[in-house]
């Protein structure tokens, strides 16, 4: 945690360092082989998230992203087509993992992140034609990310669910921000997560840990899932370690997140009223804020190199794009004082 006065760092959630308790459950948690399925703080994490999730097992892995590729791994055969929405993770931030290591190719739909059945209906394309990708996998985020962290609505996703499955096409949910839509949305994590043939969910997010996301689905599936980890080089030994940061995590940094969503919507109402600034507040619904700079109005990178000296940061995201993420390692003072400094930088 940063003291009063420092720089305040909201460039992503991500960037919390663990606390003294969390190390001391690290230091303190039973290991094992975890490549002999000997590691029980690995198996117990494994046992809690796919039963919060309603799936039959669950596979603890080093990233979102290889929870991602691995999805796409199992679900999809090379030369396949994967719906998604726009700016999804797998499409802009996994340095072009899907193509290279499953040689699929993607088709973004929607606006904003959010899709809907019909969106899904008018991309598909079935198997069998000859010219035609067989669209095999949709793929959702909730939270979205670059949407400015949406709730995925889950009666879409319910209905994009059903369509992939009738087209004989698979889910998935990219959730690495899933347990901020279940605190957002009052959802369970098992309802959210019912649609879809394979669900991840991050550690390392909102839940503060160093490392980690677990995959979740059937059981026939998470066992190829354990084959393909190792094929990406991301089967580990005595996990455990980073797996107690998650069971720590599960019990005392869920329930908090609701406090990183009350921050953020203080930081939005604070920037959406100031000059050159275009916020949609019904964007704000979790922890992330993400907003546009109009055209004459300052660039995203002279602001965030602005915001730095006065103590706060941000990330500019795209030429007119910036983004604040509120996590763990940021109390609502600073917050506060985090909104008040931007404000004075951006002009009312
Ligand atoms: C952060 C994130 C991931 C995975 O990130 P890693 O840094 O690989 O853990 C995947 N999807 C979304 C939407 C994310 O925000």
């Known amino acids: 945690m940063s003291s009063p006065g420092s720089t305040i760092d909201l460039r992503s ?38 039963a919060l999730l309603g799936k039959e097992a669950a596979l603890f892995v080093p990233s979102g992203t290889m929870a991602n590729q691995l999805a796409l791994k199992l679900l999809t055969r090379p030369g396949d087509d994967v719906v998604v929405g726009h700016n999804a ?75 992939a499955h ?46 980690g996301s677990v995959l979740a689905g059937d059981r026939p599936t998470i066992a190829r899932a354990v084959t393909a980890r190792r094929r990406f080089g991301g089967a580990m030994r005595q996990a455990g370690i980073l797996a107690a940061a998650g069971l720590y995590a599960l019990d005392h940094n869920l329930p908090r997140l609701a406090e990183d969503h009350a921050n953020a919507r203080l930081i939005a109402e604070r920037i959406a009223a100031c000059r050159g600034v275009r916020l949609d507040l ?15 109005a300052p660039a995203p990178p002279a602001i965030a190199a602005a915001a730095k000296d006065v103590g706060v940061l941000v990330s500019a995201l795209g030429p007119r794009t910036l983004r604040a993420v509120t996590h763990l390692d940021v109390s609502a003072e600073q917050c506060r004082q985090a909104a008040d400094r931007l404000a004075r930088l951006l002009g009312a």
């Open 89 to 163: 993770h797998m499409l802009l931030h996994e340095a072009g993992a899907g193509a290279a290591n499953s040689g699929v190719q993607f088709t973004a739909v929607g606006a904003g992140g959010a899709f809907t059945a019909d969106d899904l209906s008018a991309a598909l394309k079935p198997p069998g034609y000859i010219v035609l990708p067989a669209t095999t996998l949709v793929a959702i985020e909730n939270t979205h990310n670059m949407a400015g962290g949406i709730v995925f609505p889950q009666r879409d996703a319910v209905a994009i669910c059903s369509a």
């Open 13 to 50: 959630d991500t960037v919390t360092r663990p606390a003294a308790a969390m190390r001391r459950a690290m230091a303190e948690a039973p290991v094992g082989d975890d490549q002999y399925g000997e590691d029980p703080s690995v198996n117990l994490l494994q046992e809690r998230i796919a």
């Open 166 to 211: 009738a087209a004989g096409a698979a889910g998935y949910l990219d959730g690495a921000r899933l347990f901020n839509a279940h605190i957002a949305g009052g959802l369970s994590l098992a309802d959210l997560a019912q649609p879809f043939d394979l669900v991840s969910v991050a550690l390392s997010k909102g839940l503060g840990c160093p490392v």
């Open 282 to 296: 019904a964007t704000v619904q979790t922890n992330i804020v993400v907003w546009q700079m109009e055209d004459g």
